[in-house]
């Protein structure tokens, strides 16, 4: 097991399997998070300097009680443990499996058909014949999705904006659009690990693999009145929403034909049930 820039423990040996960052890096970005004394950094250029350089281990000073990744916010990446939350006795600790609280239920017999992630609608999706999906949750609005994609100008900054190892992230020459229709009150956007039993909802796994996003990224939540936001739990690289980075915690309203862009080059585009229609 080695033990990537941040600290974390992967089984990976070229990307960290926590949270993304290449596993060798030849430098490393100024304390603090600033390109020079005083000097606060763009969203982009955030982006950039956790994407392509180590980020100090130990941030907090704390790591997760459960599975011992270093913290980075409330919600810990390695297994999704809610670390604001009181926790249980060391003994129950030691018992409780490193996967996340908010696990998705059991996946449906496998049957032939378009690769994962990618949303069919109707029975056909379901493995026995003439089995009906469940029933769609009252608490969740209807006929939201979102789209999964490259980005080339949002790379283009984030590489412009520096970085000992930009010239390494490189940007994918192919990757297709992947639809996930928001079915559940949580949405988890990240990237799947078997060894820690993380499986998000919106799986970014790749390929392409894009290095800068978290195992838990963000998330998705619904409102039956107010809609869909998107919460950052404290990724290693931000999320950036209509060009502003969100602050972490703090859920954000989205809107039809919103932009999320998380990160080195992966762009998030909500549609609503109006949108299809159209």
């Known amino acids: 097991m080695a033990a990537c820039p941040a600290g974390h423990d992967s089984a990976a040996t070229d990307y960290c399997d926590v949270c993304g960052m290449r596993m060798e890096m030849p430098g490393k970005a100024a304390p603090g998070g600033q390109d020079e004394p005083g000097g606060q950094m763009t969203g982009a250029q955030a982006t950039?300097?956790?994407?392509?350089?180590?980020?100090?281990?130990?941030?907090?000073?704390?790591?997760?009680?459960?599975?011992?990744?270093?913290?980075?916010?409330?919600?810990c990446e390695g297994c999704g443990l809610d670390l604001d939350a009181p926790m249980p006795p060391a003994s129950a600790m030691a018992a409780m499996p490193a996967v996340s609280p908010a696990a998705p239920p059991a996946e449906p017999p496998a049957v032939a058909g378009p690769e994962p992630g990618v949303s069919t609608g109707g029975a056909a999706a379901y493995g026995a014949p003439?089995?009906?999906?469940?029933?769609?949750?009252?608490?969740?609005?209807?006929?939201?999705?979102?789209?999964?994609?490259?980005?080339?100008?949002?790379?283009?900054?984030?590489?412009?904006?520096?970085?000992?190892?930009?010239?390494?992230?490189?940007?994918?020459?192919?990757?297709?659009?992947?639809?996930?229709?928001l079915t559940s009150r949580e949405m988890r956007i990240?990237?799947?690990?078997?060894?820690?039993?993380?499986?998000?909802?919106i799986d970014l796994t790749g390929p392409p693999l894009d290095p800068g996003i978290s195992r838990l990224h963000a998330v998705l939540m619904a409102d039956p009145v107010l809609g869909w936001s998107v919460i950052d739990p404290g990724s290693e690289n931000g999320t950036i929403v209509n060009g502003k980075e969100i602050p972490t915690g703090v859920p954000v309203p989205l809107h039809d034909g919103d932009r999320i862009h998380l990160g080195a080059w992966t762009l998030i585009t909500v549609s609503t049930a109006d949108s299809h229609q159209i």
Do not use: I, K
Not at 60 to 66: A, I, T
């Open 48 to 75: 950039a300097a956790h994407v392509t350089a180590a980020t100090p281990p130990g941030q907090s000073g704390q790591l997760c009680p459960r599975c011992g990744a270093v913290r980075s916010g409330r919600f």
């Open 130 to 181: 003439g089995e009906q999906p469940p029933a769609p949750d009252p608490a969740v609005p209807a006929g939201w999705s979102v789209a999964a994609t490259a980005d080339r100008d949002y790379y283009d900054t984030v590489a412009g904006s520096g970085g000992p190892d930009a010239a390494l992230v490189t940007f994918p020459p192919y990757c297709p659009e992947r639809r996930f229709a």
């Open 190 to 201: 990240g990237r799947r690990s078997a060894s820690r039993g993380l499986t998000p909802e």
